[in-house]
């Protein structure tokens, strides 16, 4: 089975967010199965410096897009092949998607729609390569036209997997950037890739991938709703039989306490002192009252109404009279990272809001901490929740998407069977947070249960290989190999 995974980050060469660490992680846990995956992604000099000795396989002139080269590395871990499409004028820049103030770059239409175009050729019959995938696996709407270029090039075009990581960034661009994109005047339609007047690149890949997936059952029922479809439930509601729900994994190795190079001290289920003493150098670290007995709540994400971090922010009050301190990591939406700012300087020794992206404090964040928030008002699947577990810090997370699908509610009854691994909020809103926290706090000073919710965690397999399986399961349907 040869696939080629066709993305627009992924870790460690470039990322923004999951997306990257799926397209890091996945590839290999399916060449580990056997796949032959080989991963296509943008030129990003930054990403192309990480990739060891890079070779050139042709250099072309584009009539819309002028001078682009194909050259290929290799993952510098896992040793994953990687084409690079080379373009200065798209690639070339500090922001993978935006500029430095958090506007998309006005040609994002173009630079994604050569991301698609690429996957197309190098997966269809004209491929230059030696390398003829039987599935093209796309990401996002950063690779949604690719399926469409497909359809329009052959009667029976190469299979694709279209995956959904976020229905809420549709790559939705005015009309006229059709014609620059190659992409015939019929295309435009209801059923194609026109949405209401404008043209989206992620409705032609839901629209034209032979099979759609998204990154949790919960998720990929949620999204044929109203509430969670973004506009897109109808499409996704009649393709349901092509719809697969299969869970991220998380990167096991990356994200070990026993072997982390960020912590101070390593630790793991059988021995937990690493983890106190993380916490106590994390307040340290943060200028936080180092107290070992003092719950610390972490937080880890993307500053933006998804995350749910502006209904933490309006239970802040209530929070600091459950006699907790909090870390919060993020970077985002300008009134957020202002209001963290805000909180920090009124608490200094309660709440510390480092605002940025910061890999090392991040993992130090899910190591030294006691309990991690997570109240998404949607997820698709999530992965700090994931990562926490795994580090014995059991989360606190809205009843959405992966997040469901992930963590399991310290009920008494899940308490006394080991199921039980985190906290979860049937509505989100400041006042179920609170409470959950208070649930949280209430079973941390009772060391001996908590150590057992937290061990819980630690045990579960968030490991690739299953959902590898899952992939190449829905990859042998479409391409009966
Ligand atoms: P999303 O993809 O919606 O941002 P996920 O939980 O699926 O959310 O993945 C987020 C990833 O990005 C995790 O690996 C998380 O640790 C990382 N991350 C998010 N914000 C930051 C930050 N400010 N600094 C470091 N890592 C971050």
Known sequence: MKVLFATSEAHPLA??????????ALPAALREIGVDARVLMPGYPAAMAKAGKLLEIFRIKLPEHGE???????FPDSGVPVYFIEHAGYYAREGLYQDNSGHDWPDNA?????????AALLAGPKTPLDFRPDVLHCNDWQTGLAPAYLHFESAAPTPTVFTVHNLSYQGIFPPEELKQLGLPQESFAIDGIEYYGNLS????????????????????SEIQTETFGAGMHGLLAARSQDLTGILNGIDMREWNPATDPHLVAPYSAGNLAGKAAGKLALQTELGLQVDPGTPLLGMVSRLTTQKGSDVVIEAVPQLLRLGVQ??????????????????????????????GYNEGLAHRIEAGADVFLMPSRFEPCGLNQMYSQRYGTPPVVHKVGGLADTVTQATLGNLANGMATGFVLDRLDSESLVSAVNRAVI????????????RNG????????KSAHQYLGVYKKISQT
């Open 443 to 454: 079973l941390y000073r009772h060391k001996l249960a908590w150590q057992k919710l937290m």
């Open 458 to 465: 630690m045990a579960r397999d968030f490991g690739w290989t």
């Open 110 to 118: 173009m630079r994604f729609g050569l991301l698609s175009q690429f």
């Open 68 to 74: 682009t080269a194909l050259l290929v590395g290799a």
């Open 201 to 220: 690149f992620l409705k032609a890949g839901l629209f034209y991938a032979s099979h759609l997936t998204t990154v949790s059952p919960t998720y990929a």
């Open 326 to 355: 909090l870390a919060v990591l993020g970077g985002g939406e300008a009134g957020l990272e202002i209001a963290w700012r805000r909180l920090a300087d009124a608490h200094p020794g309660r709440i510390a809001a480092v605002i």
């Open 15 to 24: 990322k923004t967010g999951g997306l990257a660490d799926v397209s890091g």
